[in-house]
């Protein structure tokens, strides 16, 4: 159980162009999901936290017009990153925690995205 | 702030024992631990609350001293598969509850 799939796993893309990036829980809801973004042997770092059927919370330095963030429904949110440029290529990875905002699960990581602006 | 992982990197021969630790200058709530391999998800470990427990999962055990602000990962009688990079992740509760920091992780190679 508590699987999350993500996709693209790998997006190669011109400078400009904006990237859609799903996350999906397939068999829990999910009140809540996580992004995301991990360079090269570094720890994961934590973008912003999507919230069904509100607007997406950003971390510090995050920009929220550039990362647009969606989640439409307890299974599904997308991060569209806009205009995206060399320097957004990086490891993108969602999570999804099962329950309601105030759970005390795990959260369960999707395969990540791997983005790369030429 | 992240918190602190220790070692950074571990290198063992099957059947012997590892600790990593992870301490934070923040009160935690809760303590997530992860193993990812190269170029795949996280994994899940296991999860300690407030409250000082212990946990259990085969032979990979981890303890939480909210008091220290400390969690220990125990991997005891390794395996091959125990390869990859661990990571701990906190939670502060508050107004971060559910939000969680990530160590710097922990690089563990498990060699025949």
């Known amino acids: 159980g508590a699987v999350v799939s993500q996709h693209p796993s790998r997006v190669i893309c011109k400078s400009g162009t904006s990237v859609k990036i799903e996350c999906r829980s397939l068999d829990f809801q999910a009140t809540t999901m996580f992004w995301y973004r991990q360079f090269p042997k570094q720890s994961l770092m934590l973008m912003a936290t999507s919230n069904e059927g509100s607007k997406a919370t950003y971390e510090q330095g995050v920009e929220k017009d550039k990362f647009l963030i969606n989640h439409a429904s307890l299974t599904l949110s997308t991060l569209t990153v806009t205009s995206a440029h060399p320097e957004d290529s990086s490891f993108y990875i969602c999570s999804a925690r099962p329950g309601g905002p105030y759970s005390n699960q795990p959260q369960h990581f999707g395969d990540g995205t791997r983005l790369s602006i030429l | 702030q992240q918190p602190v992982q220790s070692p950074q990197a571990v290198i063992l021969r099957e059947g012997e024992d590892a600790v990593i630790n992870c301490s934070s200058s923040?009160?935690?709530?809760?303590v997530h631990w992860y193993r990812q391999k190269h170029g795949e998800a996280p994994v899940f470990l296991m999860i300690?609350?407030?409250?000082?427990e212990q946990k259990g999962h085969d032979k990979i055990s981890a303890s939480f001293n909210e008091k220290k602000q400390q969690s220990s990962l125990y991997l005891t009688a390794s395996q091959l598969s125990y390869s990859g990079t661990y990571f701990c992740?906190?939670?502060?509760?508050?107004?971060?509850?559910?939000?969680?920091?990530f160590g710097q992780g922990t690089i563990l190679t498990v060699h025949p």
């Open positions: 923040k009160a935690l709530y809760s």
């Open positions: 992740g906190t939670s502060a509760g508050g107004t971060s509850y559910g939000k969680l920091t």
């Open positions: 300690l609350l407030k409250g000082g």
